[in-house]
């Protein structure tokens, strides 16, 4: 049978475009979370207590909804593939959240569209990019260049090692939701999202025991925090996220992430009292209006 035969993905409609804004305002403060969570727990056992927190609701819903658990050996190599990049780039974001502010977290975090654009380029024949694209995406690199210089005047080395490990999550994020796009055109969504979760709860858990000794205490911060990484996030977020990947196609879906910098940048200065400044907002502005071109057919 042909790949293409295969490729039942189609235009966002109104309920795919509703579940996309909802992924991405529930995403927006996931930098948040992580910055309250790594104030009270190290960096691997934050990320460990998140994924164990994700496969409870993975399987939990996987139960309830009636699905299938058994998995085809010919599935298994795209299966450990995205579950591999998972902890990787959740790696790279705590590691960077950890010396960068929050709202520098999202501005940062919130490229991803545009590097998926890239990544779909050449993965998607149907996603080519073209001349209004390319301009888009070079508006947009120009407010990653504006946060930069927002780093260099505010503690040089603190912000700016933080935003480039977060770039290079995004980069990777990009990459993987166009991959996984494409192989839950045949591999059963619960799947990918539970090898995910498993291979991520197992990385985090064995860094942590190598590398972590100092103790912690479950404090109300943290534990708000796990829930809304482990629960809302790693488990029913990677859930929807998957879901409407393998429904529409991935173009359409990321761009309604645009809303998350706003979102971000508000839920930093009300919870965090982060004082957004005029290159924050001049950033967002660029990230904003180059994403839209980028992501334009």
Not at 257 to 275: R, S, T
């Amino acid at each position: 049978m042909n790949k293409n035969n295969l490729d039942k993905r189609k235009p966002l409609d109104k309920k795919g475009g509703l579940l996309a804004i909802l992924i991405a305002i529930l995403w927006s403060a996931n930098p948040l979370a992580a910055k309250i969570g790594l104030e009270d727990a190290p960096i691997f056992r934050l990320g460990f207590m998140r994924f164990a927190l994700g496969i409870f609701v993975v399987v939990a819903w996987g139960i309830y909804t009636k699905q299938s658990f058994l998995i085809s050996k010919k599935t298994l190599i795209p299966l450990g593939i995205s579950s591999v990049i998972v902890p990787v780039q959740f790696g790279f974001h705590l590691f960077g959240q950890d010396q960068t502010s929050a709202s520098h977290g999202v501005i940062m975090i919130v490229t991803f569209p545009l590097w998926a654009a890239m990544f779909s380029h050449f993965y998607n024949k149907n996603d080519r990019l073209n001349r209004v694209r390319v301009f888009g995406l070079i508006l947009a690199f120009f407010g990653i260049i504006v946060l930069f210089w927002d780093s260099f005047n505010n503690n040089f080395i603190e912000y700016l090692i933080g935003d480039v490990l977060i770039l290079i999550s995004a980069i990777i994020l990009g990459a993987r939701l166009v991959y996984v796009s494409h192989i839950t055109q045949g591999v059963n969504k619960i799947h990918v999202v539970l090898f995910e979760t498993v291979v991520g709860f197992l990385s985090f858990f064995i860094l942590s025991m190598l590398f972590e000794r100092q103790e912690f205490v479950f404090t109300q911060s943290l534990i708000i925090s796990l829930f809304y990484l482990g629960i809302v996030i790693a488990g029913f977020g990677l859930i929807l996220q998957t879901h409407v990947l393998k429904t529409y196609l991935p173009g359409k879906v990321t761009f309604f992430n645009l809303f998350q910098p706003i979102l971000g940048v508000f839920f930093a200065w009300i919870i965090l009292a982060e004082k957004p400044g005029i290159e924050l907002f001049l950033s967002i502005l660029l990230v904003f209006i180059g994403s839209y071109f980028a992501l334009k057919k």
